[in-house]
């Protein structure tokens, strides 16, 4: 299976050199489909809602949207999309009846 940072494309997303350190991604342990990005060696919020953090990759390159984002929030948070072919910005953790929802 490959790993969801592959799949939502965030690997791939390129940015200047002088962004200096970068951005570490990390998975939910709870509910893997959830990722999210923060500047590189800050600890991720949502630490009890999430389950825990999985470290996925130090120092992601990303684009300028994303990057806004973690500017403005410090945090970018997104769920990956059962395909792999994407995933789409949360805005907030959602609650745990929310992500069971879909009858898994």
């Not at 494309?9 to 959830?34: C, K, M, V």
């Not at 806004?68 to 745990?96: A, C, H, M, Q, W």
């Amino acid at each position: 299976m490959s790993d969801p940072s592959d799949r939502a494309g965030l690997s791939q997303e390129t940015e200047s050199p002088s962004l200096g350190n970068g951005f570490d991604s990390y998975r939910s342990l709870a509910h893997p489909d959830i990722l999210i990005l923060v500047a590189h060696d800050v600890v991720p919020p949502f630490r009890f809602k999430a389950g825990g953090w999985e470290l996925l990759e130090q120092s992601v390159k990303i684009g300028s949207a994303m990057r806004s984002r973690i500017d403005e929030k410090g945090y970018f948070l997104f769920r990956v999309n059962d395909d792999g072919s994407g995933g789409s910005e949360l805005t907030d953790f959602p609650i745990s009846e929310n992500l069971s929802s879909d009858g898994q």
